[in-house]
């Protein structure tokens, strides 16, 4: 069984370069793999069995290695599959070219991005399931349905890739979102295959990936002092979506998906300690008379359920928690919004402004940004972060009643009225 390099000369494209396959002959009977790389003649030595850089022709030195390293790649996997059929002296072509297709397949663009979708949901990871599945989806209208092997990404098709998604009238953060992603799993592929494939790094070299700061989305005080006194009794789902909003403020900024999976196992005494849903670090929580008051109106009367609040059900699955989870984000937001609108808020309330309104009055009282970062469990403030000491809890919690306070007072009053 002979494996050879070739040109496929039948096949030429519009630009003069033919298709780069491997021809593997037996018995007067051949096979052809495409490789996905296209070349013109003068850049291919027959003798060698490699593609050499034609000043004129050639775009670039850099290229033509890159091209060299996945033909090699190729041919290893190639060679391991003859490998396992010589062994079991099986010399059917047909199914040992389908074994070399799958095999490289394995190693496509497509492929990993559905490998990686289908883990996130075996693992509960239904958010993260999903954003792949959008970035997924965009990049299969974006190349029109082609897949692409991992060694045939280069620079360039990224480069393309970012453009096409900026021209498509999506916007900057939005943008940032798909090549976080797609980065992401170029990454994994990476790590999977064992592949020298060139590092992320130097793929998304000069592409814009961070999200952009937007307009304002936290409250002033002056704000959260009339969100505080809203009272609209005829209006009970309105009402609902205000507490909620004060309990996630109350709570050093709880995100509302970190309060929809805190165990009942977390309200420990005066304190609430969960990990954070996101980011799965630590959190601890003293409760006020307030927060306390307020939690205890939505906690779970099911004695089967695992959860501490109501939004939850104990009986669903990862993916129809998820469900309920995006299902009260949006009757949240859609209330807020309403709420925001009757009370002359300048920008759209949504539930995440509660935790972007407690970190900005805890950095407009003097807080440290580290101990902000702490407290709200984010992740390392870069690489620096190692370096950071740990603060004590009782640190956290004056910041977190520095920040309450100015509210506490009146929404006692509203509590015990009620």
Request: charged residues 25%; contains cysteine; proline residues 1%.
């Given at each position: 069984?002979?494996?050879?390099?070739?040109?496929?000369?039948?096949?030429?494209?519009?630009?003069?370069?033919?298709?780069?396959?491997?021809?593997?002959?037996?018995?007067r009977?051949?096979?052809?793999?495409?490789?996905?790389?296209?070349?013109?003649?003068?850049?291919?030595?027959?003798?060698?069995?490699?593609?050499?850089?034609?000043?004129?022709?050639?775009?670039?030195?850099?290229?033509?290695?890159?091209?060299?390293?996945?033909?090699?790649?190729?041919?290893?996997?190639i060679?391991?599959?003859?490998?396992?059929?010589?062994?079991?002296?099986?010399?059917?072509?047909k199914?040992?070219?389908?074994?070399?297709?799958?095999?490289?397949?394995?190693n496509?663009?497509?492929?990993?991005?559905?490998?990686?979708?289908?883990?996130?949901?075996?693992?509960?990871?239904?958010?993260?399931?999903?954003?792949?599945?959008?970035?997924?989806?965009?990049?299969?209208?974006?190349?029109?349905?082609?897949d692409?092997?991992?060694?045939?990404?280069?620079?360039?098709?990224?480069?393309?890739?970012?453009?096409?998604c900026?021209?498509?009238?999506?916007?900057?953060?939005?943008?940032?979102?798909?090549?976080?992603?797609?980065?992401?799993?170029?990454?994994?592929?990476?790590?999977?295959?064992?592949?020298?494939?060139?590092?992320?790094?130097?793929?998304?070299?000069?592409?814009?990936?961070?999200?952009?700061?937007?307009?304002?989305?936290?409250?002033?005080?002056?704000?959260?002092?009339?969100?505080?006194?809203?009272?609209?009794?005829?209006?009970?789902?309105?009402?609902?979506?205000?507490?909620?909003?004060?309990?996630?403020?109350l709570?050093?900024?709880?995100?509302?998906?970190?309060?929809?999976?805190?165990?009942?196992?977390?309200?420990?005494?005066?304190?609430?300690?969960?990990?954070?849903?996101k980011t799965?670090i630590?959190?601890?929580?003293a409760?006020?008379?307030?927060?306390?008051?307020?939690?205890?109106?939505?906690?779970?009367?099911?004695?089967?359920?695992?959860?501490?609040?109501?939004?939850?059900?104990g009986?669903?699955?990862?993916?129809?928690?998820?469900?309920?989870?995006r299902?009260?984000?949006?009757?949240?937001?859609?209330?807020?919004?309403?709420?925001?609108?009757?009370?002359?808020?300048?920008?759209?309330?949504?539930?995440y402004?509660?935790?972007?309104?407690?970190?900005?009055?805890?950095?407009?009282?003097?807080?440290?940004?580290e101990?902000?970062?702490?407290?709200?469990g984010?992740?390392?403030?870069?690489?620096?972060?190692?370096?950071?000491?740990?603060?004590?809890?009782?640190?956290?919690?004056?910041?977190?009643?520095?920040?309450?306070?100015?509210?506490?007072?009146?929404l006692?009053?509203?509590?015990?009225?009620?």
């Amino acid at each position: 069984m002979q494996v050879t390099l070739k040109q496929n000369k039948d096949r030429e494209t519009t630009s003069g370069r033919y298709p780069m396959v491997f021809k593997i002959s037996h018995q007067r009977k051949r096979i052809l793999i495409y490789t996905g790389i296209h070349v013109c003649t003068q850049e291919f030595n027959e003798r060698t069995q490699r593609l050499i850089y034609v000043k004129g022709i050639s775009s670039n030195r850099n290229d033509i290695r890159e091209k060299n390293l996945q033909l090699r790649q190729m041919a290893a996997i190639i060679a391991e599959v003859l490998e396992r059929h010589r062994q079991k002296k099986i010399f059917e072509l047909k199914e040992i070219g389908q074994e070399c297709r799958r095999h490289i397949r394995k190693n496509s663009l497509y492929s990993i991005f559905e490998q990686a979708i289908e883990e996130k949901k075996g693992n509960g990871a239904i958010g993260s399931a999903r954003a792949y599945e959008s970035t997924y989806n965009k990049i299969r209208h974006l190349t029109e349905g082609k897949d692409i092997l991992l060694y045939n990404i280069s620079s360039d098709y990224i480069r393309k890739l970012h453009r096409q998604c900026c021209l498509s009238g999506i916007s900057t953060n939005t943008t940032a979102f798909y090549m976080r992603n797609l980065k992401a799993v170029i990454n994994r592929g990476a790590r999977e295959s064992g592949n020298a494939i060139p590092s992320a790094r130097i793929l998304f070299d000069g592409i814009a990936i961070r999200k952009e700061r937007t307009r304002k989305r936290a409250l002033t005080e002056e704000e959260m002092q009339k969100l505080v006194h809203y009272n609209s009794q005829e209006n009970e789902r309105l009402m609902e979506a205000k507490e909620i909003f004060l309990l996630c403020f109350l709570l050093q900024g709880t995100g509302l998906a970190d309060l929809c999976f805190i165990k009942k196992e977390s309200m420990q005494g005066n304190y609430i300690r969960y990990k954070r849903h996101k980011t799965d670090i630590g959190i601890c929580v003293a409760l006020s008379d307030e927060s306390r008051k307020l939690a205890q109106r939505f906690m779970s009367r099911d004695d089967g359920s695992p959860f501490l609040f109501y939004f939850m059900d104990g009986q669903d699955t990862p993916q129809k928690c998820y469900t309920r989870y995006r299902s009260l984000l949006k009757k949240q937001n859609r209330n807020l919004k309403q709420i925001g609108y009757y009370l002359g808020i300048g920008l759209p309330l949504t539930t995440y402004v509660a935790r972007h309104t407690w970190a900005s009055q805890a950095k407009e009282s003097g807080v440290s940004t580290e101990l902000i970062s702490e407290a709200m469990g984010h992740t390392s403030q870069h690489t620096t972060a190692i370096y950071l000491k740990k603060f004590n809890q009782s640190s956290i919690d004056h910041v977190n009643d520095i920040v309450t306070a100015p509210y506490r007072h009146s929404l006692h009053q509203q509590l015990y009225i009620r």
